[in-house]
């Protein structure tokens, strides 16, 4: 079974306007993070927010926040007032504590932002 | 730059060679991260080290596939007999071991081309 599903290939959003890019994961261990990577054309993967499992509140970075359902098992990220460089894939990943933290990565999803 | 270092950036090499890629990742950093990444998709962990202590490798890390990181610093990641299906995006990435985030940083990544 796929431990990250993200079941968006790829999303338009207008310039301006606000997206939810979708991550649901799958993990027995009680104790997992849960992370959104941005990665443009130039390669480069880049931290945009984190989520601890037992993190009470849903955590946020300036125009990014992620909507952390635990019971249903998602990590949804959602990038406010869209600009034109958010276009790009995004990523989403987990470390289990069981598993010496390395990440598993989604399949991605392409954000399009048009203007 | 204090980043996470990789080089070379781009290598075409032709089938049967054998490569070798560096990672210089941020100084105080004691985790170091590899993954590689195939087009359309998101990446997949290799190995990873704490310190100079290779403590996981993945079932996709091949016998023509080794790596090391003699001192505890830098990291080279070495392909034997380099097959077409090596070619993809190498990713280094490097954390401190620590509670709650851990959140790692990765370097712009060394694309392999076999031809």
């Known amino acids: 079974a796929q431990k990250i599903t993200q079941t968006q290939p790829g999303m338009f959003v207008q310039e301006k306007e606000a997206v939810t890019l979708d991550c649901t994961y799958d993990?027995?261990?009680?104790?997992?993070?849960l992370f959104w990577y941005k990665q443009p054309s130039s390669g480069e993967m880049i931290f945009l927010i984190y989520?601890?499992?037992?993190?009470?509140q849903n955590a946020t970075e300036g125009r990014y926040s992620l909507n952390f359902q635990k019971a249903r098992k998602s990590a949804n990220l959602v990038i406010s007032a869209s600009q034109l460089g958010d276009s790009a894939m995004y990523f989403c990943?987990?470390?289990?504590?069981?598993?010496?933290?390395?990440?598993?990565f989604g399949g991605g999803t392409r954000l399009m932002v048009k203007p | 730059d204090t980043g996470v270092s990789q080089n070379p950036r781009h290598k075409i090499t032709k089938r049967g060679q054998n490569v070798t890629f560096r990672c210089d990742p941020i100084?105080?950093?004691?985790?170091l991260y590899w993954y590689r990444q195939t087009l359309g998709q998101g990446p997949e962990f290799l190995t990873y080290?704490?310190?100079?202590?290779?403590?996981?490798k993945s079932r996709l890390l091949s016998d023509r596939f080794s790596a090391e990181r003699p001192k505890g610093s830098f990291s080279t990641l070495e392909i034997q007999r380099t097959e077409q299906g090596d070619s993809a995006m190498y990713l280094c990435?490097?954390?401190?071991?620590?509670?709650?985030?851990?959140?790692?940083?990765f370097g712009q990544g060394t694309r392999l081309t076999v031809v």
């Open positions: 990435a490097s954390s401190l071991n620590q509670g709650g985030s851990g959140e790692a940083f």
């Open positions: 993990t027995s261990d009680p104790s997992y993070g």
């Open positions: 989520q601890g499992s037992y993190d009470q």
């Open positions: 990943a987990m470390t289990e504590n069981n598993a010496g933290n390395m990440l598993t």
């Open positions: 100084s105080e950093h004691n985790r």
């Open positions: 080290f704490q310190n100079e202590a290779q403590l996981e």
